[in-house]
Every structure is written in structure tokens, then in C-alpha cells.
């Protein structure tokens, strides 16, 4: 079993990040000093599970995280800054620092280098995530150690729920559109005055009409859906505010 480190310090490295075409040194008290700081470390930047949910997750919960003294969420792994960077980028992660270990050194500090030479990754880190308060580590969720890649613990609805027990998750909502729509722009307009961020798929460029019958019943639009249910045009979404 991995070491679990609640009530130590973190380790005390410096970081070699890129920033605006600069070498920049980030040292650990930069990122951890006075501040209370979620930190998630995965096996690789571009992995499968790491940019389907791990990173996606954290950065939809990052204000609900803010909201309740979170002063920032730092993705870590053993990369390179160059290939952070462009991750971020490609997972449009705006509100998470990704912090690149390059050589390990946090990682091995934490007691958490693995060995993933057999899938030519070399050393690299375990999945885990923790709670940092003033550079002392407060909590620790640590993936069982087993083979493969296990994704249990280290999740950022299981770290909500450790942070605000009573929290509430933001709604998860996507509204289908087509340009020059009006009664689009109104739901879209509803939804920004409600403080509700939300995915849209514009036709024929994120779906079809086929598409939208398979999973609407209908091919008008807008056709917002919320936590997987169908809501239907501004007219619906506009009595579904009204009624929270």
C-alpha cells in the first residue's frame, strides 16, 4: 500500500514551467504558502481516463470548489511543461493550473513514482488527488494499489464531498442550437442570466437533425436538456427557472 502522507508537509521542489515563451522557476511555496490548494496527479497528460473525466470533472467543479475556500486546483503529472501547456490548451481546462513534474521529484517525494515501463511510459505518477492547507496535506484519496490504472477515490465529486458535504454540484446542461436561431439566443440568454454554464451543439456542425429526432423526439430547435433530461425549447427552460 501507498504511504498516505495526511499531516506532512509537501515536499519542497522547484518546477521548470513555461510561460509566455519564458522559462519561469515555480517553487512549491509559490503554489502552496498560506493558500488551501487541491492537488490531482495522474499517470499522463492526454491519457484516456485523465482527459475524459479526470481533468474534465475538476474544472467543471472548480467555482463550486472556490465557493467553499478552494483557492485553486493544480493538475500535476510527469510531463514536460511544453506538453502541459498543450494540454490545457487542448482540454480548454481554464480554470486549473497544470503544473508540470517533469523529473519526478514531487512525485517521488510523495512517495507515489510508479514504475510503468511496461507501457513505455518509464517512471510516472499514481492516481491520486489531496487536500493542501498551508503546505501541509490535510487529506489524501489515494487509488487502491492494484493493477492497471484504478480511478475509485481520486475523483473530484469524492473530494467535493469531503471539502462541503452539503454542496451542491452545478446542474449539467447542454442545449442544442442552429445559427441564426432566436428562441437559441433567448434559452442561451436565460441560461447566462441564471448563472448556469452549459455545453451547445450547433447543427450540422456538432449534430444532425437525425441526431437530434434519435434523442429529442423532435427536430425543432433549441432543446435543452438538464442531468439527462429533456427540458424542450425556451418556452420549457423558461418555466423550469421560474419553478426552481
Request: charged share 25%.
Amino acid at each position: 500500500m501507498f504511504e498516505n502522507k495526511e499531516g506532512q508537509r509537501i515536499p519542497s521542489v522547484t518546477f521548470r514551467t513555461r510561460q509566455n515563451n519564458a522559462w519561469v522557476d515555480v517553487s512549491s511555496d509559490a503554489l502552496f504558502a498560506g493558500k488551501t490548494v487541491i492537488v490531482f496527479s495522474l499517470p499522463g497528460a492526454f491519457t484516456p481516463t485523465c482527459s475524459s473525466t479526470h481533468v474534465p470533472r475538476y474544472n467543471q467543479l472548480a467555482d463550486t470548489f472556490k465557493q467553499h475556500g478552494v483557492d485553486e486546483i493544480i493538475c500535476m503529472s510527469v510531463n514536460d511543461t511544453f506538453v502541459m501547456n498543450e494540454w490545457k490548451v487542448d482540454q480548454k481546462a481554464d480554470k486549473i493550473t497544470f503544473i508540470p513534474d517533469g523529473n519526478g521529484d514531487f512525485t517521488d517525494g510523495m512517495g507515489l513514482l510508479v514504475d510503468k515501463q511496461d507501457l513505455g511510459f518509464g517512471k510516472r505518477s499514481w492516481r491520486y488527488s489531496m487536500l493542501v492547507k498551508d503546505g501541509v496535506v490535510a487529506k489524501m484519496f489515494i487509488e487502491p494499489n492494484k493493477p492497471g490504472d484504478p480511478f475509485e477515490v481520486s475523483d473530484a465529486d469524492t473530494m467535493l464531498a469531503y471539502v462541503a458535504p452539503q454542496a451542491t454540484a452545478p446542474a449539467d446542461v447542454v442545449v442544442f442550437t442552429r445559427p441564426g436561431c432566436p428562441f437559441c439566443a433567448k434559452a442561451k440568454g436565460m441560461l447566462h442570466d441564471a448563472g448556469i454554464d452549459f455545453d451547445e451543439l450547433v447543427l450540422n456542425q456538432d449534430y444532425t437533425n437525425r441526431s437530434l429526432r434519435a434523442v429529442a423526439g423532435v427536430d425543432m430547435v433549441p432543446q435543452v436538456f438538464i442531468n439527462g433530461a429533456l427540458i424542450g425549447g425556451s418556452d420549457k427552460l423558461e418555466a423550469w427557472l421560474n419553478a426552481k
